[in-house]
C-alpha cells in the first residue's frame, strides 16, 4: 500500500462535522497516514486540539491566518507562545501575508506575520506559509530570521521565487489547482521542480478538483493528486508518494 500524508487540511472546521469519522476510515483505507491541521484563529484553536488529540493521525499546528486579520485579539502572538508550550504542535501555521484580498491591512500582517515566525525559531519548528501577492514580501522577511524550514501551501509563485524558497529549506505543496487543464504554468512549474521539494495538500474543504467546482473537498482526494502529480512528470505513483511522505516527515519530525 502508498504511504500518503495529507500537509495541509481542515478537517477541524464543521463542514466535517457529519461524517468527519467516515472520512478518516476513508483515508486510513487508501494509505493516507497522516493529515496536518493548521490552525486559523485563536477562537478555533481548541476544537482543533480536542480533534489531533482524539486520533494519531492527526498532527496539530498552530497559527494566525493573515485572511482574518479582525479576528486575531491583540495579544495573539502571546497567546500562540503559551499554547505552543502547552500542546507542543509539529509546526506554526497557517500563518502568511495575504496582500490579494480588497484593503489588506498590510502593516497589520507584517507585525504579526514577524511575531510568529520568531515564535517558530524559539521553539526550532518549521512554518506553514499561506501566500498571496506577496512571495518577495515573505522571502525577505524569511531571509532575515533563522528558521528551520517549512511548507508554502498552494504555490503558485514563479520558478525564481521556487528556488529562492528551496535556498530556505521551504517545501512547495499542491493540490487540487493541479488538476485543472488551464493550470498549464503551474503543471509545468511542479513538473520540473526537483521531487524533492514537493508535499501533496488537500487543504480541504476548499480547493476542490476539477470538475468538482462548488463541492467540498475533502482529504480522501490526496490520492487523485498524487497520480496527476505521477502522469505530469511521468514518474510512478509510488515514488510520488515515497518522496513527498518523505519530505514531509523529515520537515516536521513524524
Not at 87 to 112: H, K, R, T
Not at 145 to 155: C, E, P, Q, R
Not at 161 to 167: H, L
Not at 200 to 216: K, S
Request: net charge negative.
Amino acid at each position: 500500500m502508498l504511504h500518503l500524508i495529507d500537509s495541509h487540511c481542515h478537517l477541524d472546521f464543521d463542514d466535517f462535522d457529519k461524517d468527519r469519522t467516515d472520512i478518516l476510515h476513508n483515508c486510513a483505507r487508501s494509505g493516507i497516514e497522516k493529515i496536518v491541521i493548521p490552525g486559523v484563529t485563536v477562537n478555533s484553536w481548541p476544537r482543533q486540539i480536542e480533534l489531533c488529540n482524539s486520533n494519531p493521525m492527526l498532527s496539530l499546528a498552530l497559527g494566525c491566518h493573515p485572511m482574518f486579520m479582525t479576528d486575531h485579539p491583540d495579544n495573539a502572538a502571546e497567546l500562540l507562545e503559551q499554547a505552543v508550550k502547552q500542546y507542543q504542535p509539529i509546526a506554526i501555521g497557517e500563518i502568511g501575508l495575504d496582500f490579494y484580498v480588497a484593503n489588506a491591512d498590510i502593516p497589520s500582517q507584517l507585525i504579526l506575520f514577524e511575531a510568529q515566525i520568531d515564535i517558530a525559531v524559539q521553539f526550532d519548528l518549521p512554518v506553514i506559509l499561506h501566500v498571496r501577492k506577496a512571495h518577495d514580501d515573505v522571502l525577505k522577511v524569511l531571509r532575515q530570521k533563522k528558521l528551520s524550514g517549512g511548507i508554502v501551501h498552494a504555490f503558485s509563485g514563479s520558478a525564481q521565487q521556487a528556488e529562492q524558497y528551496r535556498k530556505l529549506n521551504f517545501l512547495l505543496g499542491v493540490g487540487g489547482a493541479l488538476t485543472y487543464p488551464r493550470a498549464q504554468r503551474l503543471q509545468r512549474l511542479f513538473t520540473e521542480l526537483p521531487l524533492s521539494q514537493i508535499v501533496l495538500e488537500t487543504d480541504a474543504p476548499d480547493m476542490p478538483l476539477c470538475g468538482h467546482q462548488g463541492e467540498r473537498n475533502t482529504p480522501e482526494n490526496i490520492p487523485v493528486i498524487m497520480e496527476k502529480l505521477s502522469q505530469l512528470r511521468d514518474e510512478s505513483a509510488e515514488y510520488i508518494a515515497e518522496i513527498t511522505t518523505a519530505n514531509c516527515r523529515q520537515l516536521f519530525n513524524i
